[in-house]
């Protein structure tokens, strides 16, 4: 089973403009991790966020996490063509369980030139 | 340095056969993940390695699918009589102290 929820599922924007992805979450997590996935490829790894982190920054990319609230936001400024992928939240819960990531359903994101 | 690599990247198997999907993991990283991805969804975790133990298979969904890493590096994900609900991407990942590294992906196709 899935625990996060991307939202939305499709998003389509102009180029330049900001793209914000949202992630909800159900258990106690020890990090919070954004991937990208191009059609037809494996995921690339963007970002780690840490439960004791609020927010985190790597170049045009933003996350924040909200632990009380179990979400977490990935903000893509000044977007380019190339960012049209599809976008998913990963987290590895606390407490034992299974030793993989637990995925949301993603958000695909369009970048229209 | 290479990536994680996975074969074939395309498989069509006809319902009932037998398929073997390869992960090349990076070298040196201990840590090995088989996850499965249905079309418009997320990957789902099957099961991991560390070294060549197999220390969680909770996510593997019928005693059909077994997995294997039997030097420590190269990985096997065997799934047996297949059935047409097995089509999805097969994806692998390696780690080396949290971050994963995923491959390509197998795209595995029951008809």
């Known amino acids: 089973s899935q625990q996060g929820e991307e939202d939305p599922q499709a998003l389509s924007i102009q180029e330049g403009e900001n793209a914000t992805m949202n992630c909800s979450y159900k258990t106690s997590i020890n990090n919070l991790q954004w991937y990208r996935q191009n059609s037809g490829r494996g995921l690339v790894h963007l970002i780690l966020?840490?439960?004791?982190?609020r927010e985190k920054h790597s170049g045009r990319l933003r996350v924040t996490l909200d632990t009380s609230k179990k979400s977490s936001s990935l903000l893509i400024t000044a977007s380019r063509a190339a960012d049209t992928a599809s976008y998913f939240c990963?987290?590895?819960?606390?407490?034992?369980?299974?030793?993989?990531?637990?995925f949301g359903k993603g958000t695909h994101l369009i970048i229209q030139p | 340095g290479a990536g994680v690599s996975q074969s074939p990247r395309y498989k069509v198997a006809k319902r009932g056969q037998d398929v073997a999907l390869r992960c090349d993991p990076i070298?040196?990283?201990?840590?090995l993940f088989w996850y499965q991805q249905a079309l418009g969804q997320g990957p789902e975790f099957l099961t991991y390695?560390?070294?060549?133990?197999?220390?969680?298979k909770s996510g593997l969904p019928s005693d059909r699918f077994f997995a294997e890493r039997p030097e420590g590096s190269v990985s096997t994900l065997k799934i047996q009589r297949t059935q047409q609900e097995d089509s999805a991407v097969y994806l692998c990942a390696s780690s080396l102290g949290g971050r994963q590294y995923f491959g390509p992906g197998t795209r595995l196709t029951v008809t």
């Open positions: 990963a987290t590895r819960p606390t407490g034992g369980g299974a030793d993989g990531l637990t």
């Open positions: 390695f560390q070294n060549e133990a197999q220390l969680d």
């Open positions: 070298s040196g990283h201990v840590s």
């Open positions: 966020i840490r439960s004791n982190e």
